[in-house]
């Protein structure tokens, strides 16, 4: 038997390697943020507003009609946030008290806490040390 020379040993990680070097750490969480957006997007088809959605969505809409924070059942509001009602009424005030409405305001309201998860984590935390706990992500 003869050896041959000319044989080079494989490297080792391949497409591993090439994988690790496209999903940086900044990328993979972009991606990550762009599929929720997409799948908070797609509950405008698949959802309806009900238990504390619909509670809130009541809020709203009497804050416009009413001008007060009343509900159907009469229960006492002063124990609930009301902020998100407020914001809900800005939407029906301009565009009516309709379910697709209530549903773009959430999706909007959904995405822009996305947006802040984002910019608050980036802030708190060194991503490059991160990725290294993580398992090498860079």
Same mark, same amino acid.
């Given at each position: 038997m003869t050896e041959n020379n000319n044989l080079q040993p494989l490297k080792s990680g391949g497409v591993h390697e090439d994988l690790k070097d496209y999903f940086t750490f900044d990328r993979t &969480?972009?991606?990550?943020?762009? !599929?929720?957006?997409l799948l908070r997007i797609a509950t405008y088809w698949?959802?309806?507003p009900r238990f504390d959605g619909a509670f809130y969505a009541t809020?709203?809409?009497n &804050?416009?009609?009413?001008?007060? !924070?009343l509900t159907l059942g009469g229960i006492n509001t002063y124990g609930f946030s009301l902020t998100y009602p407020v914001y809900l009424a800005i939407f029906y005030?301009?565009?009516g008290f309709t379910i697709p409405v209530t549903k773009i305001a959430s999706i909007i309201m959904s995405i822009a806490v996305l947006g802040v998860v984002y910019l608050t984590?980036?802030?708190l935390f060194d991503h490059q040390n991160i990725s290294k706990e993580i398992?090498?992500?860079?």
């Open positions: &969480l972009i991606m990550l943020i762009i !599929f929720g957006i698949t959802d309806v809020l709203g809409y &804050l416009v009609r009413y001008h007060d !924070f005030h301009f565009w984590t980036r802030d398992g090498g992500i860079r």
